[in-house]
T-cell receptor
Framework: SQTIHQWPATLVQPVGSPLSLECTVE??????LYWYRQAAGRGLQLLFY??????ISSEVPQNLSASRPQDRQFILSSKKLLLSDSGFYLC????????????FGPGTRLTVT | AQTVTQSQPEMSVQEAETVTLSCTYD???????LFWYKQPPSRQMILVIR??????QNATENRFSVNFQKAAKSFSLKISDSQLGDTAMYFC?????????FGKGITLSVRP
């Protein structure tokens, strides 16, 4: 069966510091991968998605970037965090040939102070 | 671009009762899917139910069923025999072109 991991689970970082959040998927190959951000009490905003290694599409211009160095690894980064980057970050995957449902990781709660 | 609207921010239901959560969407796509996701206090997003737009038959998963009205672009979720474990935020989502667009969600509280 497929599983998706995210780490860290929680993170408190000062403004101006760098960020690296990691997502890995097990039990599938060549999945579509997605990064979402969820502000407090709000819906999910798609940040980036990837259909393959090195292929990244950005949905929202912002202070963040994403990379996919391996087939089942997706990384969300920032060089300098802003207060507005605080939120709950979710990674999701979708396999080829399936309907469009996505399966989500447990999330990372980021607080920028 | 697609939009998904969940106009009710909160709802409450008595345990064992039935509740319906509303969702409307707007799109020019002809091939799409619709979903309901549940986010309990743990914040893990869980897929509840899926509806293919080309299917007229409404999807059902145990106590969960949908009322899909394609012409009206409406996609409501009915939860029967509500349980305390159904307390969560529920998100309606529209899927097309490998991406999902989410509504803002509704907080459902099940009262004992």
């Amino acid at each position: 069966s497929q599983t998706i991991h995210q780490w860290p689970a929680t993170l408190v970082q000062p403004v101006g510091s760098p960020l690296s959040l990691e997502c890995t998927v097990e039990g599938t190959s060549n999945p579509n991968l997605y990064w979402y951000r969820q502000a407090a009490g709000r819906g999910l905003q798609l940040l980036f998605y990837s259909v393959g290694i090195g292929q990244i599409s950005s949905e929202v211009p912002q202070n963040l970037s994403a990379s996919r160095p391996q087939d089942r690894q997706f990384i969300l980064s920032s060089k300098k965090l802003l207060l507005s980057d605080s939120g709950f970050y979710l990674c999701a995957w979708r396999g080829w040939g399936r309907a469009l449902e996505q399966y989500f990781g447990p999330g990372t709660r980021l607080t920028v102070t | 671009a697609q939009t998904v609207t969940q106009s009710q921010p909160e709802m409450s239901v008595q345990e064992a009762e039935t509740v319906t959560l509303s969702c409307t969407y707007d799109t020019s796509e002809s091939n799409y899917y619709l979903f309901w996701y549940k986010q309990p206090p743990s914040r893990q997003m869980i897929l509840v139910i899926r509806q293919e737009a080309y299917k007229q038959q409404n999807a059902t998963e145990n106590r969960f069923s949908v009322n899909f009205q394609k012409a009206a672009k409406s996609f409501s979720l009915k939860i029967s025999d509500s349980q305390l474990g159904d307390t969560a935020m529920y998100f309606c989502a529209f899927g097309a072109n490998s991406k999902l667009t989410f509504g803002k969600g509704i907080t459902l509280s099940v009262r004992p």
